[in-house]
């Protein structure tokens, strides 16, 4: 009897990652290609759609092989993506720009001069505050700069699009991306035309708004060979990699909260309600024509680690970096991590904040800096879902998905620091295993999305230690403290 067998193709910054799930969520193969990263400029962060595009047919190809994919065996194929990439295209979707990624923040100086009250009420109508990594402030900068490929440009578009207008022919783009640009209406489902005027371009020059469930056919054969699929297999559109990392993990009932951490890190909830913060901390993204997503995200979470290891010239494995924070107590001895090295996101919103030490002393060695980076990400994350607590209520339940959730000591440091339950899927690609699913919705054989929960391999729930939940509460405390004077100086 053939195997059912579906592909959640996850199009990150980092890497894009191919990977082959049985109909039940467990994990039957998988690949991974890595993405390149340019630095023009300071602040500037670029990557090269056509190689990204190159990557993903390798990865598919990859993946498909490791699976021993049979003829009938695979039913769909479904997209996940990173947000706010914008590429600037000519009239036969050729690139003219590299991809802006959401870490570029050569917009700051557009950010800065917003006022208080265009930027409250552009928020409050799109969900999406304020900030360089958004498109909308890079088509402002492109705008005022006089950027060349700005100019000449036919159409604008993420790096997503431009993969599924070489593989289809089509210029599509899915609530929840199209709500990352900042130029979405999340209640109208549609473009924000004062915010296109803003920006100098039309609504004709951005793609096609459509759900998530949306089904891409006619595949180029060309393409298609390469991947080693058949070119009538559908893929679904999908959506962004936070909607679909709550979706892969389970968190998608009221007061079920998803943490995610890898290069970078979110905290998000799925609700029914478009919900904005008075003070702007969170984001409030579309998923499907009636749920949001809502959360906050950071620049700052495997990336701060991996900035710590290159420093200290660390040559072993990233599983034994991390061991050394096992050596150190909870609240490493009096040092604090401030976890701004890459400007910052939630909860600050503020590209020009930087990374700060703070109570270094001499008895300090490697593994307390370890320590301290670690518990700086946590309290970061803490403190977002502190402000997405104030509009979507206490969270009930905890799921953690990542790459940082291989890391048992920080799963045990997370539960301590929010001082409750954690929940990890055994399966750790949560947004492919989301894509994949919303594939099979699509395509009739899945029911619901709801209908998840029943096929998601959860391990045993990490229970925090109340002893150190104590002191973290402490330790938090004078953390908040640093926050509040360090971030009043950028």
Same mark, same amino acid.
């Given at each position: 009897?053939?195997?059912? !067998?579906?592909?959640? !193709?996850?199009?990150?910054?980092?890497?894009?990652?191919?990977?082959?799930?049985?109909?039940?969520?467990?994990?039957?193969? &998988?690949? &991974? &290609?890595?993405?390149? =990263?340019?630095?023009?400029?300071?602040?500037?962060? &670029?990557?090269?759609?056509?190689?990204?595009?190159?990557?993903?047919?390798?990865? +598919?190809?990859?993946?498909?092989?490791?699976?021993?994919?049979?003829?009938?065996?695979?039913?769909?194929?479904g997209f996940s993506s990173a947000m706010h990439s914008l590429v600037a295209v000519d009239e036969q979707v050729k690139p003219l720009?590299?991809? !802006?990624?959401?870490?570029?923040?050569?917009?700051?100086?557009?950010?800065?001069?917003?006022?208080?009250?265009?930027?409250?009420? +552009?928020?409050?109508?799109?969900?999406?505050?304020?900030?360089?990594?958004?498109?909308?402030?890079?088509?402002?900068?492109?705008?005022?700069?006089?950027? #060349?490929?700005?100019?000449?440009?036919?159409?604008?578009?993420?790096?997503?699009?431009?993969?599924?207008?070489?593989?289809?022919?089509?210029?599509?783009?899915?609530?929840?991306?199209?709500?990352?640009?900042?130029? =979405?209406?999340?209640?109208?489902?549609?473009?924000?035309?004062?915010l296109l005027d803003m920006t100098g371009i039309s609504e004709v020059q951005l793609s096609k708004l459509v759900p998530p469930t949306t089904i891409l056919r006619g595949m180029s054969s060309e393409i298609a060979a390469e991947m080693g699929i058949q070119g009538e297999i559908p893929f679904v559109i999908g959506a962004a990699d936070g909607q679909l990392a709550n979706l892969g993990i389970g968190a998608i009932l009221p007061g079920e909260v998803a943490v995610s951490v890898g290069t970078s890190g979110a905290i998000r909830q799925l609700t029914s309600h478009i919900k904005v913060s008075e003070n702007q901390e969170t984001f409030c993204y579309s998923f499907t024509q009636d749920t949001v997503i809502i959360g906050g995200p950071t620049n700052n979470g495997g990336i701060a680690l991996q900035w710590l290891k290159?420093?200290?010239?660390?040559?072993?494995?990233?599983?034994?970096?991390?061991?050394?924070?096992?050596?150190?107590?909870?609240?490493?001895?009096?040092?604090?991590?401030?976890?701004?090295?890459?400007? #910052?996101?939630?909860?600050?919103?503020?590209?020009?904040?930087?990374?700060?030490?703070?109570?270094?002393?001499?008895?300090?060695?490697?593994?307390? =800096?370890?320590?301290?980076?670690l518990e700086g990400i946590t309290f970061n994350l803490y403190q977002i879902g502190k402000a997405l607590e104030a509009i979507a209520g206490e969270p009930k339940k905890i799921y953690v998905n990542g790459g940082l959730s291989r890391s048992a000591c920080w799963l045990q440091m997370m539960a301590d620091v929010f001082d409750a339950e954690i929940y990890v899927s055994e399966n750790h690609h949560s947004a492919a295993w989301g894509a994949a699913w919303t594939a099979l919705v699509a395509t009739g054989k899945a029911s619901s999305f709801e209908e998840i929960k029943r096929n998601i391999p959860m391990g045993e729930a990490i229970k925090p230690d109340a002893e150190n939940s104590r002191r973290y509460k402490q330790v938090y405390e004078q953390y908040e403290k640093a926050v509040k004077a360090i971030t009043g100086l950028f």
């Open positions: 009897m053939p195997r059912e !067998l579906v592909i959640g !193709l996850d199009i990150g910054t980092t890497s894009v990652k191919a990977c082959v799930f049985n109909i039940h969520g467990k994990l039957i193969a &998988e690949a &991974e &290609e890595m993405n390149a =990263f340019h630095y023009p400029q300071q602040g500037w962060v &670029e990557q090269d759609t056509a190689a990204i595009e190159r990557s993903a047919v390798t990865a +598919i190809r990859e993946a498909v092989r490791k699976a021993d994919i049979g003829k009938d065996e695979l039913i769909s194929l720009s590299p991809a !802006l990624i959401w870490a570029d923040g050569r917009s700051a100086e557009q950010a800065d001069r917003m006022t208080n009250k265009a930027k409250s009420d +552009i928020y409050a109508r799109t969900g999406t505050p304020i900030h360089p990594m958004t498109p909308f402030m890079k088509l402002l900068w492109m705008k005022e700069t006089g950027y #060349e490929p700005y100019r000449e440009a036919a159409y604008f578009m993420s790096v997503k699009e431009y993969l599924i207008y070489r593989w289809f022919g089509e210029r599509m783009i899915d609530y929840s991306m199209a709500s990352a640009t900042g130029l =979405f209406n999340p209640s109208s489902l549609t473009w924000d035309r004062e290159d420093l200290f010239q660390d040559q072993g494995g990233f599983t034994e970096f991390l061991k050394a924070a096992e050596q150190v107590e909870p609240g490493s001895e009096g040092l604090f991590f401030l976890p701004y090295i890459n400007g #910052e996101r939630a909860p600050i919103w503020n590209q020009r904040a930087r990374g700060n030490f703070h109570g270094i002393a001499i008895t300090h060695k490697k593994e307390h =800096f370890v320590r301290a980076v």
